[in-house]
């Protein structure tokens, strides 16, 4: 049993990087703080999205204009290493990508009428360190804090954009920093533990500089950006000899994420215009783990994240997903390996431009999914 419990937050992660709610690609796991003694990690990977759809153009010449594949594929790495300092503290540094965009509509013919030219790319890395206390009655607390770099761009471009057709928007670098606090209770006997964490909402000052559109001249200042907060609750029990039912529940208020500057919002008579507004996502995730032998373990697990709201953003174009997560873990003395395999089906999503809750539609995505490799390496000594 142990060797499935001290993977399973590898399961987890590994593999399961992809297209989320907003630009969430990995879910902040603090799974290595819970590794027995000291632990080191490297995780690895890449991902093959495909977000396909056609436009809402059907009197064009030409049209409807399908989008062709606009969602581009990416790599993701992590690090990790976690100390024993006393039999009852503990801690951690944790390194990983959990947020990014790279986002891509081609102009016709072989692209997007309404949409074509359109761009947004994300980059962001995360470091958290963190302490852990553990009480002698199976409780223990965590906490910490969480920097953040991030940059980004954006374009606006086709028929869709109506005035602001030809707007850019470069995102410098910037260090937000944030905090994290949590709880958890183990039952050591069963291989069970509970743990609820609470990430705090991360401030970046960026400076942006816009050109382009409506603009006259280009506009260059500082504006700050939200990354949400979030709340995850994870668990995991046995329910058999060598078996093991893990899941997790994880809320994400993304509606706080807005990216305000010179332009944006536009004051409409019918409503403020923002330039990207993305709907709260809820994720359940549910699996089992089993060892089959001394060396080799494995696990299959499932995800599901409802649809949230009647439109999405052109720059966050999936609404709601389903996926399966394959893993293997081979043990070898103080050595762990995971590889996972993901499949995703990204969920329809029709694409609105205009005021909030009042939105042109301009575009429907209805052939979306994602595959997902992942290689996690794990020492404990």
């Known amino acids: 049993m142990k060797r499935i419990v001290t993977g399973i937050g590898a399961l987890l992660a590994s593999a399961a990087p992809v297209l989320a709610g907003g630009i969430e690609r990995a879910p902040?796991?603090?799974?290595?703080?819970?590794?027995?003694?000291?632990?080191?990690?490297?995780?690895?990977?890449?991902?093959?999205?495909?977000?396909?759809?056609?436009d809402y153009a059907p009197g064009a010449v030409g049209g409807p204009y399908a989008t062709g594949d606009v969602a581009q594929g990416y790599g993701f790495f992590g690090l990790a290493y976690k100390h024993q300092f006393t039999p009852n503290l503990s801690g951690a540094i944790i390194v990983e990508q959990p947020f990014g965009a790279d986002i891509r509509y081609q102009a016709p013919p072989d692209g997007?009428?309404?949409?074509?030219?359109?761009?947004?790319?994300?980059?962001?890395?995360?470091?958290?360190?963190?302490?852990?206390?553990?009480?002698?009655?199976?409780?223990?607390?965590?906490?910490?804090?969480?920097?953040s770099h991030?940059?980004?761009?954006?374009?606006?471009?086709?028929a869709g954009y109506l005035t602001t057709a030809g707007y850019n928007l470069d995102i410098d670098g910037a260090w937000g920093v944030g905090w994290v606090a949590g709880v958890a209770y183990e039952m050591p006997e069963i291989a069970a533990r509970v743990s609820l964490t609470y990430n705090s909402p991360i401030e970046h000052d960026f400076d942006m500089t816009e050109t382009g559109g409506p603009l006259p001249v280009a506009f260059k200042d500082k504006y700050t950006v939200k990354t949400p907060r979030s709340w995850t609750l994870e668990?995991?029990?046995?329910?058999?000899?060598?078996?093991?039912?893990?899941?997790?529940?994880?809320?994400?208020?993304?509606?706080?994420?807005?990216?305000?500057?010179?332009?944006?919002?536009?004051?409409?008579?019918a409503?403020?215009?923002?330039?990207?507004?993305?709907?709260d996502t809820t994720t359940y995730t549910i699996g089992i783990g089993r060892k089959f032998t001394e060396n080799w373990s494995g696990s299959v697990s499932f995800l599901y994240e409802p649809k949230e709201g009647k439109t999405?953003?052109?720059?966050?174009?999936?609404?709601?997903?389903?996926?399966?997560?394959?893993?293997?873990i081979y043990t070898m003395d103080n050595i762990k390996i995971t590889?996972?395999?993901?499949?995703?089906?990204?969920?329809?999503?029709?694409?609105?431009?205009?005021?909030?809750?009042?939105?042109?539609?301009?575009?429907?995505?209805?052939?979306?999914?994602?595959?997902?490799?992942?290689?996690?390496?794990?020492?404990?000594f």
């Open 112 to 147: 997007s009428l309404l949409l074509g030219g359109t761009l947004v790319e994300v980059n962001s890395t995360t470091y958290t360190a963190l302490l852990r206390y553990k009480f002698d009655n199976n409780f223990s607390v965590h906490g910490g804090i969480r920097g």
């Open 28 to 54: 902040q796991s603090l799974a290595p703080l819970f590794e027995n003694g000291n632990y080191a990690e490297l995780s690895f990977g890449g991902v093959n999205p495909s977000v396909r759809g056609h």
């Open 339 to 380: 590889t996972g395999i993901n499949y995703t089906k990204l969920g329809d999503a029709t694409l609105g431009i205009g005021p909030s809750g009042n939105t042109t539609e301009v575009a429907k995505m209805d052939d979306s999914e994602a595959w997902g490799v992942g290689v996690r390496i794990g020492y404990s």
């Open 235 to 269: 668990g995991q029990t046995g329910i058999a000899e060598d078996t093991l039912l893990f899941g997790s529940i994880r809320w994400v208020k993304w509606s706080e994420f807005k990216v305000d500057n010179f332009l944006f919002p536009i004051a409409t008579a």
């Open 150 to 158: 991030a940059d980004g761009r954006v374009g606006l471009n086709g």
């Open 271 to 279: 409503g403020e215009i923002p330039l990207v507004e993305v709907e």
């Open 312 to 328: 999405v953003s052109p720059l966050a174009p999936v609404n709601g997903r389903k996926a399966v997560t394959l893993a293997a």
